[in-house]
Nanobody, 122 residues
Framework: QVQVVESGGGLVQAGGSLRLSCAAS????????MGWFRQAPGKQRELVAG???????TYADSVKGRFTISRDNAKNTVSLQMNSLKPEDTAVYYC????????????????WGQGTQVTVSS
């Protein structure tokens, strides 16, 4: 079992920045694929960014060039730096962990955090 806990989020004006952090425990962190999903009201949950155990990354087209995912295996944490935020980035953001990268790619990771609200005002 893996416990995933997010922190960060909040309210920011368009064009601003936020940083989300996530801590995972219960398994060797360096072997886990980690990432962030988001779900806006009335929409399906979507993958925002993911990072593999060997540090290769993937991003949704809508956030490329604005968001950066990184991991610190020594601290068992993964972060999402969000810059140039837009109102359409408003959503609940979920940190997720998985033993399989392919599960991330089909939005079915093994473990989920509780979610944190990000609101971008125009």
């Amino acid at each position: 079992q893996v416990q995933v806990v997010e922190s960060g989020g909040g309210l920011v004006q368009a064009g601003g920045s936020l940083r989300l952090s996530c801590a995972a425990s219960g398994r060797i962190f360096s072997t886990l694929a980690m990432g962030w999903f988001r779900q806006a009201p009335g929409k399906q949950r979507e993958l925002v960014a993911g990072i593999r155990s060997l540090d290769s990354t993937t991003y949704a087209d809508s956030v490329k060039g604005r968001f950066t995912i990184s991991r610190d295996n020594a601290k068992n944490t993964v972060s999402l730096q969000m810059n140039s935020l837009k109102p359409e980035d408003t959503a609940v953001y979920y940190c997720a962990a998985s033993t399989s990268w392919n599960k991330f790619l089909v939005s079915s990771p093994d473990y989920w955090g509780q979610g944190t609200q990000v609101t971008v005002s125009s």
